[in-house]
């Protein structure tokens, strides 16, 4: 079965500081991976996503994130925290490569708090 | 400017009464999902189908829950009979299933409240 683990349920960043969520996933061949964001009381929106290709990948709202192969990791980063980052944030795999069934797996969110 | 939309967005009910919710997948997305999300369990799939066939519905209590797609562009989850335990956002996405551009587009969810 696939996994993604996201270190962390809760982090706490001053405005202007890095922001760096983290997400390990447990796959037996290199997934797809993406990263979404929930803001409160909405739905989930896709920050960026890793398919082929460039393993360094930038989103929405200045956020970036690298796949690592060797380390099964696709840690999320941003240079500088604005307040409006505050949200929760969800890893999710697609295993299959978009080859079959479509369905993605997630991570169990970490929830970004931004203190001015 | 395309979204998933999904009604009703809150629901109070009480123990024991049916619930049906209702969604609205991206025009031209042939993959649906559904998704349950607590603050106990995160957010676990429910039920997903394709081209309106049921691909995996092993998420969902088979007894009280069923999801179905009467046409392509509207899926429904029922729960019958409600219990306090039901009380979660459930959401609704839509995707195109397949290659690259394997994401999901989320609705905005409905808030279910059983008393």
């Known amino acids: 079965a696939q996994s993604v683990t996201q270190l962390g349920s809760h982090v706490s960043v001053s405005e202007g500081a890095l922001v760096l969520l983290r997400c390990n996933y447990s796959?037996?061949?290199?997934?797809?991976l993406f990263w979404y964001v929930q803001y409160p009381n909405q739905g989930l929106q896709l920050l960026l996503k890793?398919?082929?290709?460039?393993?360094l990948v930038k989103g929405i709202n200045g956020f970036e994130a690298e796949f690592k192969k060797s380390e099964t990791s696709f840690h999320l980063t941003k240079p500088s925290a604005h307040m409006s980052d505050a949200a929760e944030y969800f890893c999710?795999?697609?295993?299959?490569?978009?080859?079959?069934?479509?369905?993605?797996?997630f991570g169990r969110g970490t929830q970004l708090t931004v203190w001015p | 400017d395309a979204r998933v939309t999904q009604t009703p967005r809150h629901k109070v009910t009480e123990m024991g009464q049916e619930v049906t919710m209702r969604c609205q997948p991206i025009?031209?997305?042939?993959?649906v999902f559904w998704y349950r999300q607590t603050m106990m369990q995160g957010l676990e799939l429910l039920a997903y189908?394709?081209?309106?066939?049921?691909?995996?519905d092993s998420g969902m209590p088979k007894d009280r829950f069923s999801a179905e797609m009467p046409d392509a562009t509207l899926a429904t989850l029922k729960i019958q009979p409600s219990e306090p335990r039901d009380s979660a956002v459930y959401f609704c996405?839509?995707?195109?299933?397949?290659?690259?551009?394997?994401?999901?587009?989320f609705g905005p969810g409905t808030r279910l409240t059983v008393l």
């Open positions: 996405a839509s995707g195109s299933g397949r290659g690259v551009n394997n994401e999901q587009f």
């Open positions: 999710a795999v697609d295993a299959d490569r978009g080859s079959t069934l479509g369905r993605l797996y």
């Open positions: 796959s037996s061949v290199p997934p797809y």
């Open positions: 189908f394709r081209n309106r066939a049921p691909l995996d």
């Open positions: 890793y398919t082929t290709g460039a393993t």
């Open positions: 025009l031209g997305h042939n993959t």
